[in-house]
């Protein structure tokens, strides 16, 4: 208002007050479309990190669903980073999109964000406004999931996962809104070579051909385009697709993979003095269309020793080497240098963290325009809708197929489960056994599932709670010219191209932004109903396909709900969008067989913290050395001390120990053994790669602990490893 009165001031304060009343009521009307030029291109913006870190021992890890990936200690901690993005003068519209290091976003831990920020900020951050997408990285914590089937290698429910995770998040987005103020926003996107490959090309050749013929110069069979929301010095929000699953499943370590990594390298670039998670850039590197995709950019290899298709390509369709899954296994770029994808992880990362460089540091086009949100919730089991020919279509109640077991060349499946097959008597002996797991599909479930031959009925299994979720959140934000579909699943690079395409055509054709239109995916976010495949993909029952959990019409009935929500984003919206009932909640009565820790002890003759192998001493560390020290430990699970770690590298600076290195730094390593379950002992190693450049000088390693007494509180302890001498 104060401008607008500044604006009319000045015209009324003319030499020529005769011409000013002739034309004044003109004058007010360029006041008002220039003021209101100038408040859409300003937006009320907010960014936040926060530690979401789980247990990061003797806890199932989410992702590839192997019973033998336990976590045995951290690489990395996982963080939540929160982007709000409001208009200045009206509070209520406003949009919160957090990118969340975990595995996919689901609708317990949601609807748990949700109720906390009703309590502190009352309507202002509601389910229609608030996105929890997901990096899609595969060795965090498990155990947080609501539905039961991905509960099941992480035995049940885990309460510490999904307590750090609701935490940390409501964490970042204080965090975020303390941080508002008025700044405006630019986008652009670039071309992202060597990070990413299509893991299932057979599927997508399945794809018409004069489709395909029109992506040949966007990378073909995969998304080779990151997109940018920046924020100016304050950081930005990207999505570029591909899989996290460059660690690989041999690892125990948590981690964020490379989309964390990303962020880290990127956040630690501009304030390298900050410790990580405390940095006031934040870099979102979030998830797109991210299916088919994967960072093991060399291809897939069997790994068969002794066998005549050792180091050979596997077979193509079926991901086989000698007819079995198991030894098929995708390598990245940096395949030679370690056996658990840790070069691979940081070289992935590194390539989305040039990409993202190059955007920041060159002209990005304005964004303008107002903010809005959409959000319903649409039940996918038995939806039916009609496909712009006219024809009728249905969605199915949830299954997983054959190929589904199979796993995929990131992460193989076991037995002689295969992908790709669509026969319904490719092993017989499983015909028997799923029907002692799930509900034996009915005649209509299987012609509605067709051709995929069901292996788990999912839909129909609800004991002693929903195995797989019906009903998903539809969701979109838009943000001037750029719209963001928040996507329940995995799309596929073809699906996600689909959905794009028919969603900007929506905002053209119903006016609500011109052909500026932008549009991006982002998901797995909010729940997690697995894949979303094109139809032409889903008949060729790759792993995507067997996943692709409602059936050959999920990508349409996708397509025809958010393209009929399109007219919800415009500035004066008419009625209300029509949203089914929300999913019921299942948190509270969810089973765990995990046991809580029963006591710590140390050795007779010994404490917690105390050394029991030292570091060398005699003779000076250099760039690529690894110092390691052993400590008598206890067990991490009493304290995730998030926010804070478990070990410090201190350096002595003008004769006062300054922690230089802490465990979210991709150089240091912890690592937690249980010596004895009887006895209550057990032993930590931190671990230190001197990274080059290292300032040369005189160190020390610590760990940070607290130790559980069978009876009695829990209570912090350090250990403190002798000095040593890093030289220049």
């Known amino acids: 208002m104060l401008r607008y009165i500044i604006c009319a001031s000045r015209i009324l304060a003319s030499p020529h007050p005769a011409m000013t009343r002739l034309l004044l009521p003109s004058f007010l009307v360029l006041c008002t479309s220039v003021l209101n030029a100038v408040a859409q291109s300003q937006y009320l913006l907010g960014l936040g990190i926060a530690d979401i870190t789980g247990p990061v021992v003797e806890t199932n890890m989410m992702g590839y669903a192997s019973l ?49 920020l009703a309590t502190k900020y009352g309507t202002l951050y509601t389910a229609q406004n608030f996105a929890l997408s997901s990096t899609h990285q595969h060795s965090g914590v498990g155990g947080y999931l609501e539905n039961l089937l991905p509960q099941i290698t992480s035995l049940g429910f885990v309460p510490q996962t999904y307590d750090a995770i609701v935490q940390g998040v409501l ?6 809104h303390a941080s508002l103020k008025t700044g405006s926003l630019s986008l652009g996107n670039t071309t992202v070579t060597g990070g990413n490959r299509n893991r299932s090309p057979t599927a997508y050749l399945a794809n018409p051909a004069a489709e395909r013929a029109m992506y040949v110069n966007e990378g073909d069979d995969q998304d080779t385009t990151m997109s940018l929301l920046s924020f100016g010095s304050r950081g930005f929000l990207s999505w570029f697709p591909v899989h996290g699953t460059s660690i690989y499943e041999n690892n125990t370590l948590v981690s964020s993979d490379n989309k964390g990594m990303a962020a880290y390298l990127y956040e630690s670039s501009i304030e390298p003095n900050a410790m990580p998670g405390n940095q006031t850039f934040v870099a979102g590197f979030a998830q797109a269309n991210v299916g088919d ?43 030679t240098l370690d056996a658990f994808g840790f070069h691979s992880n940081e070289m992935i990362a590194q390539v ?39 024809t009728a279509a249905q969605t199915c109640p949830a299954a997983m197929g ?17 992908q790709g097959d669509n026969s319904t008597s490719q092993n017989p002996f499983w015909e028997i056994v799923k029907s002692f797991i799930t509900p034996i599909p009915s005649a209509a479930q299987v012609a509605c599932q067709a051709p995929k ?13 929903a195995w797989s979720p019906s009903t998903v959140d539809i969701q979109m934000f838009k943000v001037g010219n750029l719209v963001m579909l928040i996507i329940p699943g995995e799309l596929t690079t073809m699906a996600g191209r689909r959905l794009r395409a028919a969603v900007r055509a929506q905002l053209i054709a119903s006016n609500i932004i011109d052909n500026s239109a932008y549009v991006v995916v982002a998901g797995p976010a909010n729940t997690y109903a697995h894949y979303i495949t094109t139809r032409e993909e889903y008949a060729v029952q790759r792993y995507e396909g067997a996943s692709t959990i409602f059936g050959p019409s999920t990508l349409d009935a996708y397509i025809d709900k958010y393209t009929s929500l399109v007219p919800f984003l415009a500035d004066a919206p008419t009625g209300t969008p029509v949203s089914d009932a929300a999913p019921p909640e299942l948190t509270s009565g969810a089973l765990s067989l995990n046991t809580g820790v029963v006591f710590d002890a140390a050795p007779i003759g010994k404490s917690f913290g105390q050394v029991l192998i030292d570091v060398v001493k005699s003779a000076a560390y250099k760039a690529g050395d690894t110092v390691v020290a052993q400590f008598v430990g206890a067990n991490p699970r009493n304290n995730l001390r998030l926010e804070g770690t478990f070990l410090s590298v201190d350096q002595l600076v003008s004769g006062a120990w300054t922690p230089v290195r802490s465990d979210s730094h991709p150089s240091t390593t912890y690592q937690w053994t249980r010596v004895s379950t009887i006895l209550g002992t057990s032993s930590v190693n931190v671990n230190w790669t001197i990274e080059s450049g290292t300032p040369a000088g005189t160190y020390r390693l610590r760990y940070f602990g607290d130790s559980k007494p069978l009876i009695g509180s829990i209570s912090a302890f350090t250990g403190t490893s002798s000095n040593f001498t890093v030289a220049a």
Do not use: W
């Open 171 to 176: 964490l970042a987005v204080d965090r975020a």
């Open 453 to 465: 031959p069901i292996l788990l009925n999912t839909g129909y299994a609800t004991f002693p709670y």
């Open 68 to 116: 033998g990936q336990t976590d045995s200690g951290l690489h990395q901690r996982q963080r939540a980073r929160a982007f709000i993005i409001g208009e200045p003068n009206t509070p209520a519209n406003r949009v919160v999109f957090v990118n969340a290091d975990i595995a996919m976003g689901d609708t317990g831990v949601r609807r748990a964000i949700l109720a906390g």
């Open 293 to 335: 995709t994967s960072p093991n950019t060399l291809g897939a290899f069997c790994e068969s020793p002794g066998q005549p298709y050792d180091g050979q390509p596997c077979q193509a369709n079926s991901s086989t080497c000698g007819g079995t899954v198991e030894d098929c296994h995708g390598r990245g770029p940096g395949f």
């Open 402 to 418: 054959f190929s589904f077991a199979g796993g995929t060349t990131d992460g193989p499946g076991s037995f002689d489960f295969v």
């Open 352 to 390: 989305q963290v040039n990409a993202a460089k190059s955007l920041m540091g060159s002209t990005l086009a304005p964004v303008t325009g107002s903010v809005r949100s959409v959000h319903v919730y649409l039940d996918m089991a038995n939806h039916t809708f009609t496909l712009p020919n006219g």
